[in-house]
């Protein structure tokens, strides 16, 4: 009797150990840890930006879950909560968008899978994009990050070092392209063509 009790005890306890392990399990795959900034992209007054995050070259676990994380600028004190998460388990390599609604207002473009509730997220002039309270961020200057409209500011995942290069949006989906945004000319210059234009008519006149 005694033997039976304690057999049955044994196995009770057993099975809370593999509950408790299988609960730990579950909630060490559904995390956030890996997403990294990887790609940024600002025209030259701000109102086109995205961000783009990337996760590592092999899948580790369930990286959806950023519903309730924030993103941050340093220079403007921006911050954005994502307001779901992502709609599946990324894989190896996948991508996911954030983008102003300037970007998410182009036709064309890969859809952002979160839109920032206005235009002029980050500082052109130089910033910090901050990903998860420190998970991840990415520090720039503005000497390194292009505003021609077409350019965009690189950093391979787990790499230091920026590159520029074309931008390529790409979304949680899969899909990508990229955006041409030159910006209209400056009043100056506008001014000069202006002067010049009516030089030449008194000139003919």
């Known amino acids: ?9 044994l196995v009770m306890a057993t099975v809370a150990v593999v509950a ?4 730990f399990a579950s909630r060490a795959e559904a995390t956030f840890h890996l997403w990294a900034i990887v790609q940024v992209y600002s025209n030259a007054s701000g109102s086109v930006q995205f961000i783009e995050l990337q996760q590592p070259s092999s899948e580790f676990d369930d990286e959806r879950f950023v519903g309730g994380l924030s993103l941050t600028d340093s220079a403007l004190a921006h911050s954005f909560t994502f307001p779901a998460n992502l709609p599946a388990a990324p894989v190896a390599n996948q991508r996911f968008l954030i983008a102003t609604p300037g970007y998410a207002a182009l036709k064309g473009v890969p859809a952002p899978d ?20 420190g998970v991840n961020s990415l ?7 292009p505003t021609n409209g077409v350019d965009a500011l690189f950093r391979a995942y787990g790499a230091s070092t920026f590159t520029t290069g074309k931008n390529s949006p790409t979304n949680f989906a899969g899909q990508t392209g990229s955006v041409s945004v030159p910006e209209p000319a400056t009043v100056g210059v506008v001014a000069v063509a202006m002067g010049l234009g009516l030089l030449r008519r008194r000139k003919v006149s």
């Open 1 to 9: 009797m005694i033997m039976h009790r304690t057999s049955k005890a």
């Open 114 to 133: 979160y839109t920032l509730a206005a235009n002029d997220f980050f500082s052109t002039s130089g910033d910090t994009l901050t990903y998860a309270g």
């Open 20 to 23: 408790c392990l299988g609960l």
């Open 139 to 145: 520090t720039f200057s503005g000497s390194q990050l």
